[in-house]
């Protein structure tokens, strides 16, 4: 499955916390030559929806919104000690040494932010086409084998009835 980054109304970002969430997935996976920025890519709009995604909140002992809310305010106050500002008003090298900060400080959040930011990334139809990977789900158009060929059932087969018979 892939995803299409619907950059609508965000439910859990406010404005400011958005474009310091651009800025920080920016850093986590920059733009080069070929591939876009994880930011400029619409990521955002995607962690926004995980936060409301019950099969997600499901994996983490703590709530993860009050992990990302946790995380987005420490960037900001380590911006402000380190290098007396915000975090998207630093330069490149100051956003990176205030994330590896984080990264030691809030292993949680750290490891939550890099998981979201490349599941969306790497799912991303547009990220998928400069890949060369096809766009589609793996399924139905999974493995082809070649009609009436059952030779790959037959150990199977060999093994003769292990289940029971009911009445």
Known sequence: MYMDMDRGELRFFSEAQSALMESVL?????????????????????????MFDPIYLARHDKSLRRIFIEGMHQIEICAANKFQGAFVSLVSDQQIAV?????????????????????????????????????????????????????????????????????
């Open 99 to 167: 994330l590896k900060t984080i990264e030691e400080e809030l292993p949680e959040f750290f490891n939550a932010l890099i998981t979201y930011t490349y599941n969306g990334y790497y799912t991303d139809y547009r990220i998928l086409k400069i890949c060369g990977a096809p766009t589609r789900p793996p399924q139905p158009l999974g493995h082809k084998l070649p009609d009436s060929d059952f030779s790959s059932t037959e150990l199977v087969k060999s093994r003769g009835t292990i289940y029971k018979e009911v009445d």
């Open 26 to 50: 920016n850093q986590i996976i920059p733009s080069d030559d070929k591939y876009p920025a994880a930011g400029n890519l619409g990521l955002v709009a995607y962690i926004d929806k995980v």
